[in-house]
């Protein structure tokens, strides 16, 4: 799946280790994911992003959490004057879902649109 692909794509409810990616989906789309890396116990991947300054930053994070709130997938979210990092991880799985993958090319289109 390409990030377009994915990025077109809505998180649905994913409840129990059935919605698990295994290893080499969890692959294919990361490497769809310019910068987005896997967490060293591999159930989450994260991203730090950098900005001028500090309205900058809410502003994404406020574009962030309008998706979030859409796809009900939210984000655990590190922030500061000018950095933020995002991370994904299914709590509902115990591992990384398509939701997460989801989420991450959405932001990832709002980025490519600055
Ligand atoms: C019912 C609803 O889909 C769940 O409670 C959602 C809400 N947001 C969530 N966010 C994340 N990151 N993981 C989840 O498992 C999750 N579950």
């Not at 769809?32 to 994070?61: N, V």
Request: charged share 20%; glycine share 6%.
């Amino acid at each position: 799946m390409t990030l377009q692909e994915l990025a077109r794509q809505h998180c649905v409810p994913r409840k129990g280790a059935e919605h698990a990616l295994d290893e080499a989906a969890v692959t294919q789309l990361l490497a769809q994911l310019p910068g987005w890396q896997r967490e060293a116990d591999g159930k989450a991947i994260a991203k730090s992003y950098r900005f001028a300054d500090f309205h900058r930053t809410m502003g994404f994070l406020n574009a962030v959490a309008f998706i979030a709130n859409q796809q009900d997938h939210h984000p655990d979210i590190a922030a500061g004057y000018g950095h933020c990092r995002l991370a994904f991880s299914t709590h509902d799985v115990g591992a990384l879902s398509l939701n997460d993958f989801i989420c991450a090319a959405k932001i990832e289109r709002l980025i490519a649109e600055r």
